[in-house]
């Protein structure tokens, strides 16, 4: 193959702006020690950076991979899955392939100086805050790379390590293992090899089982990764689509059902390039993978029976979304954290004592400005309940408030609730997340930062911090005070909704304790132990509007 190059004329010399991004949006990705952790919340920064003036710095992901020609893998697979995504995508392209639904035809490497000047010329002038790599051709790519990281450092480093492509055709050196292995996998916060390559960083070993890919997972952590997705696409024999995410001490199965279709091409780039999106968004690191494993099965779902090209493996739409809203239907509605500024929680017993039905008081506190929805019936019959459960479920969605279950994983399911909240004698968060997939609402109750920091690493969306005043609604509950709900605040990478004994007389306190993460309160006996629920919450609501306007006020 002839390389034919364009030679530009020298370049201007940009001055090394070298930024250091951390904390800038608040993206919770824990992070090398030898790096800043990133804590700040995203809002204050921006507003205080924008002065009132409107502008607003759009997530950002930089992918630095090969262009597909058929335009389901590579860059253009890249480019697609961020815009899906609401993220930025610009691209710095280190080989051009000749490729389609056979297999690829040719590979053409771009100079490592050219992918230098690219890398330069993007990172020195645009905010990028995730760089994903994929296809790196050669050592000399993975060195220009890493001294280009070094110069100008991101928030987050995704490495796909792509070697062969699905058809069998070889998209790096050999050679390249060891430029992975001894520089690049040092630098990155999550590498997501398929069987093949990470069989290929481990000599050779077979993978065939999810036990094996733990194992190897584990292994490939030991090369420097802060995590390690190994994606088993291509696990024999599965009829879930099975990935294994290794966070350093634990491995988690990931499952999603397996779509059947020919229409897999890209697959391993759409997915490291949503991690990469969601991480730009502000996602932890758990989360990202589950909602990037989200997209990748709604895709392929939504694709199965297109047709493009005459070959074995054919591409995937991600423009999906736009196409048809009834197709969005099945995927996670976004977990939206300001959602728990007035939290809602039923209680039977307070029912029962002013005789009203489950759904009246849900309405009741609906009318009043509560904008989200906990049912917490200790008591009640399971049939009864799920029969309830699915009677307020409908009031909350034609109100769009969220309605969450206490505990009972099954009666959130049987009525399609979108979560559940679980204490810490309930079922673990963890498991909660495998029955209930990736697109509910899960809540954790959290005294202390090692259960807040577990809630986390286990998946879930928020927690509920107290009880902070002494209530009557939980028996023998310790009191943490606002001086513990501030220290598990602080230390939660998770947004927080503050529990027990709060009321219109008290929340402002609560509120002004000066924890970004904190979104809202939560409120049982001060809105349900009450003759007029409508009138309690509309109080509340007010008391919580002054306190926020207030916090704004003094940034
Ligand atoms: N048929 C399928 N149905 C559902 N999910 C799938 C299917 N095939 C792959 N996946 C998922 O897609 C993601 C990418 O995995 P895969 O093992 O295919 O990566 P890859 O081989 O690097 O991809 P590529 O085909 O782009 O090279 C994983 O989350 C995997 O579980
Ligand atoms: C350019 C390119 N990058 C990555 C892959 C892996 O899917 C591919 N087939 N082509
Ligand atoms: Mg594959």
């Known amino acids: ?304 029976d297109i047709v493009i090209g005459n070959g074995p493996q054919g591409p995937f739409d991600h423009l999906f979304r736009l196409k048809s809203q009834n197709d969005n239907v099945g995927l996670k509605p976004q977990f939206d954290a300001n959602d728990l500024f007035l939290y809602a929680v039923t209680d039977s017993g307070m029912n029962n004592k002013w005789d009203r039905s489950i759904t009246d008081a849900v309405k009741a506190s609906i009318e009043g400005g509560a904008t989200i929805i906990q049912l917490r019936e200790k008591d009640a019959e399971t049939r009864n309940f799920v029969e309830a459960a699915m009677a307020c479920m409908e009031i909350c969605r034609s109100h769009g408030v969220p309605l969450l279950i206490n505990d009972r994983v099954d009666v959130a399911l049987a009525c399609d609730a979108d979560g559940v909240h679980v204490g810490q004698s309930d079922m673990p968060a963890r498991v909660v997340r495998k029955l209930l997939g990736p697109r509910k609402i899960i809540g954790v109750s959290c005294k202390t930062p090692a259960q807040a920091e577990q809630a986390w690493i286990d998946g879930a969306d928020y927690i509920g911090c107290g009880g902070v005043f002494p209530t009557t609604t939980k028996e023998n509950n310790l009191t943490i005070g606002l001086d513990g709900l501030k220290a598990v605040c602080l230390a939660s990478k998770l947004p927080v909704v503050a529990i027990g004994g709060i009321g219109p007389g008290n929340a402002h306190s609560v509120m002004k304790i000066g924890a970004p993460n904190l979104k809202g309160v939560a409120a049982v006996s001060s809105l349900f132990d009450r003759a007029c629920i409508v009138s309690e919450a509309q109080r509340l609501r007010s008391v919580l509007m002054d306190a926020s306007s207030r916090a704004r006020l003094s940034v």
């Open 1 to 304: 193959m002839a390389a034919v190059f364009l030679t530009l004329p020298s370049s201007p010399i940009f001055p090394p702006t070298a930024r250091v991004h951390a904390g800038r949006r608040g993206v919770f990705v824990a992070r090398a020690s030898a790096r800043a952790p990133m804590i700040a919340p995203m809002s204050e920064a921006m507003d205080a950076e924008n002065g009132g003036r409107g502008q607003r710095n759009m997530p950002h992901v930089l992918t630095v991979a090969g262009s597909d020609s058929g335009a389901g893998a590579g860059v253009q697979a890249d480019i697609k899955a961020c815009g899906a995504l609401g993220v930025y995508c610009s691209s710095v392209i280190t080989a051009v392939t000749a490729q389609n639904t056979v297999g690829v035809q040719g590979v053409h490497p771009v100079p490592e100086e050219f992918v230098a000047e690219q890398l330069r010329s993007v990172l020195s002038d645009m905010e990028v805050d995730i760089v994903k790599t994929g296809m790196l051709p050669s050592v000399g790519v993975v060195k220009v790379l890493c001294d280009s990281l070094k110069e100008f450092p991101v928030r987050a480093l995704v490495v796909d390590p792509v070697m062969v492509s699905t058809s069998g055709d070889m998209l790096s050196e050999p050679s390249n293992l060891a430029g992975y292995r001894n520089e690049l996998f040092a630098m990155a916060d999550i590498v997501t090899p398929n069987l093949k390559e990470a069989s290929a960083l481990l000599g050779g070993v077979s993978l065939r089982t999810v036990a094996d890919m733990c194992s190897a997972a584990k292994s490939i952590h030991n090369l420097g990764p802060r995590y390690v997705l190994v994606k088993g696409g291509d696990l024999p024999d599965s009829s879930d689509a099975i990935d294994i995410f290794f966070d350093g001490e634990e491995c988690h199965e990931l499952y999603g059902s397996r779509i059947k279709t020919r229409n897999t091409h890209g697959t391993g780039c759409t997915l490291a390039s949503c991690i990469a999106a969601e991480l730009a968004k502000g996602s932890p690191m758990l989360h990202a993978v589950q909602t990037a494993k989200a997209f990748v099965e709604s895709a392929l779902n939504y694709s199965k």
